[in-house]
């Protein structure tokens, strides 16, 4: 059954730094990874894709890479702003299509 | 600017009463996911349709809970009776699924429905 782990749970840093969220799975026949953004009270924006068959996606400050046989993908965030704060869940499409989802990660960015 | 919308946005009732959750897709995707949102239980898939039919309802309670697309630009979730225990938030999610196996791509996510059953 695949499970899929976020570290650390809650983050609180400094604006202007970078910085790195870790996803693990356990099951490394995915077909896809994603990683979304939740701000409090609304929905969730999906913010990077990646597919079983690439190894990273960039979108702006966010990098997001993908090492399917050790099980991990990490999100880095480049210059860090008050505006990133939101919780960062991190998803994959399993083998039989089904989305498993992580927990999260409460980012907080202090001015 | 393409989006899922869903209605109503906050619901309080109280238990035994109907609910009924409304959630209009984007245009074009083909595959509609129901979600729930707990603290405690995170993100949880209750069901999911493809052109309208209903692929996977595994994640939801059989008793109480039904989903349906009456058409293609309008997917319901019903709670009948509700109970305090399905206070949560409810998302929907649309996509596209391109190749035959059943794959989608980016889920686009609704506002969420919150719902207090009393």
């Known amino acids: 059954k695949q499970e899929v782990t976020q570290i650390p749970a809650a983050l609180s840093v400094p604006e202007g730094e970078n910085l790195v969220l870790n996803c693990s799975f356990t099951?490394?026949?995915?077909?896809?990874l994603q990683w979304f953004r939740q701000d409090p009270g609304k929905g969730l924006t999906s913010l990077l894709l990646?597919?079983?068959s690439q190894r990273e996606q960039t979108s702006g400050r966010l990098n997001a890479s993908l090492d399917k046989s050790s099980g991990r993908s990490t999100l880095y965030i480049a210059a860090s702003q008050p505006g990133d704060s939101a919780t960062y869940l991190c998803?994959?499409?399993?083998?039989?299509?089904?989305?498993?989802w992580g927990a999260g990660t409460k980012l907080i960015i202090k001015p | 600017d393409a989006r899922v919308t869903q209605t109503p946005r906050h619901k309080v009732t109280e238990m035994g009463q109907e609910v009924t959750m409304r959630c209009q897709p984007i245009?074009?995707?083909?595959?509609v996911f129901w979600y729930r949102q707990t603290m405690m239980q995170g993100l949880e898939l209750l069901a999911y349709?493809?052109?309208?039919?209903?692929?996977?309802d595994s994640g939801m309670p059989k008793d109480r809970f039904s989903a349906e697309m009456p058409d293609a630009t309008l997917a319901t979730l019903k709670i009948q009776p509700s109970e305090p225990r399905d206070s949560a938030v409810y998302f929907c999610?649309?996509?596209?699924?391109?190749?035959?196996?059943?794959?989608?791509?980016?889920?686009?996510f609704g506002p969420g429905t919150r719902l207090t059953v009393l």
């Open positions: 998803a994959v499409t399993d083998s039989n299509y089904q989305l498993i």
């Open positions: 099951d490394s026949a995915i077909y896809n």
């Open positions: 245009l074009g995707h083909n595959t």
């Open positions: 999610a649309s996509g596209l699924t391109r190749d035959g196996r059943g794959h989608t791509d980016t889920q686009y």
């Open positions: 349709f493809r052109n309208r039919a209903p692929l996977d």
């Open positions: 990646i597919q079983s």
